[in-house]
C-alpha cells in the first residue's frame, strides 16, 4: 500500500488512536501493568496495589473498559478486571521499554 492510498479517517485508525491515547496516562499505564501479572483484579486489588483512591481507581478503570481495552466481570459485590487483548499488555511494555 502507498500512502497516497491510506485513509486517515479510518475507522479502524480512529480506533487505534482514541486507544492510544487513552493508554498515555501513568496510572492506567499502572493498571495495564498490574493486570499483566495478575491477569484478573478487583477495584480493591487494584487501588491498594497502586496506593491511590477507590474513586481514582474506579474512574481509569472505566476509561480504560469503555474503550474496550478492560473487560469486567461481576461476581457478587466485586467487579474484577482483565486485559481484553494480550496484544496491549505488549504495547505497553513495548513502549516502557524504548
Same mark, same amino acid.
Given at each position: 500500500?502507498?500512502?497516497?492510498?491510506?485513509?486517515?479517517?479510518?475507522?479502524?485508525?480512529? =480506533? $487505534?488512536?482514541?486507544? &492510544?491515547?487513552? !493508554?498515555?496516562?501513568?496510572?492506567?499505564?499502572?493498571?495495564? @501493568?498490574?493486570?499483566? *501479572?495478575?491477569?484478573?483484579?478487583?477495584?480493591?486489588?487494584?487501588?491498594?496495589?497502586?496506593?491511590?483512591?477507590?474513586? =481514582? $481507581?474506579?474512574?481509569? &478503570?472505566?476509561? !480504560?473498559?469503555?474503550?474496550?481495552?478492560?473487560?469486567?466481570? @461481576?461476581?457478587?459485590? *466485586?467487579?474484577?478486571?482483565?486485559?481484553?487483548?494480550?496484544?496491549?499488555?505488549?504495547?505497553v511494555n513495548n513502549i516502557q521499554l524504548s
Amino acid at each position: 500500500m502507498n500512502t497516497t492510498e491510506l485513509d486517515l479517517k479510518s475507522e479502524a485508525l480512529l =480506533i $487505534a488512536a482514541s486507544k &492510544l491515547k487513552v !493508554l498515555g496516562h501513568p496510572i492506567r499505564i499502572s493498571i495495564i @501493568r498490574l493486570l499483566e *501479572n495478575s491477569p484478573k483484579l478487583s477495584v480493591t486489588e487494584i487501588f491498594n496495589a497502586l496506593n491511590i483512591e477507590q474513586a =481514582i $481507581a474506579s474512574h481509569h &478503570l472505566n476509561t !480504560l473498559k469503555n474503550k474496550r481495552i478492560l473487560t469486567s466481570e @461481576r461476581v457478587g459485590k *466485586n467487579t474484577f478486571y482483565s486485559v481484553s487483548h494480550n496484544s496491549l499488555i505488549d504495547v505497553v511494555n513495548n513502549i516502557q521499554l524504548s
